[in-house]
């Protein structure tokens, strides 16, 4: 599945290029939390937010509707400690090195315009966890996610928006304990700048 998303993206991007509207960006993901469930048990991470890094291709496709397609870098976030239901009150903290997790994130979006300057956007995401000082055996991919936020042009070259996104996370533990689903949701703030 993620092959296919992946192939579908790159040729989205490939073929789109002749009259592109290109945009890179930064911004930074506030979401500092992981959700977990196993079983009756759920568990909560706590992490930094990131740093992101951007690209992507948009267009119009009438005077109301439009998409983009692209990807974003964050930064590394590390995992400062846990809390689980089966041990009310307590918080777990993670011994040193601590785990990090940098992700890439690959996206579609449709966009709606709700005026000359502002829109709705929402689409699919797909992304690539990269992970660092995490127990040996430890299995953790992506799986598809969303998001849906609201967008606002400055400029002819300048936009911002600001967005919820879930990333799911397939995660399956060293001891073979697989997650009933495991996420990490929260607020983005993004500019963009069309070159």
Avoid at 107 to 118: G, P, Q
């Amino acid at each position: 599945m993620k092959k296919l998303f992946v192939v579908c993206l790159l040729s989205l991007l490939l073929v789109s290029q002749a009259k592109a509207g290109i945009n890179i960006y930064g911004g930074y993901s506030l979401a500092d939390k992981t959700d977990i469930k196993i079983g009756s048990i759920t568990a909560a991470d706590t992490i930094g937010g990131a740093l992101g890094l951007g690209v992507e291709y948009s267009d119009k496709i009438n005077e109301k509707w439009g998409f983009a397609l692209g990807g974003t870098y964050f930064l590394d976030r590390t995992f400062t400690s846990y809390v689980q239901s089966n041990f009310p009150g307590t918080t777990f903290i993670y011994a040193d090195p601590k785990p990090k997790l940098s992700t890439v994130v690959l996206y579609a979006n449709a966009k709606f315009s709700l005026s000359k300057d502002s829109y709705f956007l929402g689409g699919a995401n797909y992304h690539i966890p990269i992970t660092s000082n995490i127990n040996s055996g430890t299995k953790i991919n992506g799986k598809l996610g969303f998001q849906f936020g609201v967008g606002y042009q400055l400029s002819k070259n300048l936009n911002i928006e600001g967005l919820y996104r879930i990333l799911n996370i397939d995660f399956k533990s060293s001891g073979g304990v697989q997650a009933d689903s495991y996420s990490l949701n929260g607020l983005e703030a993004l500019i963009k700048y069309s070159l």
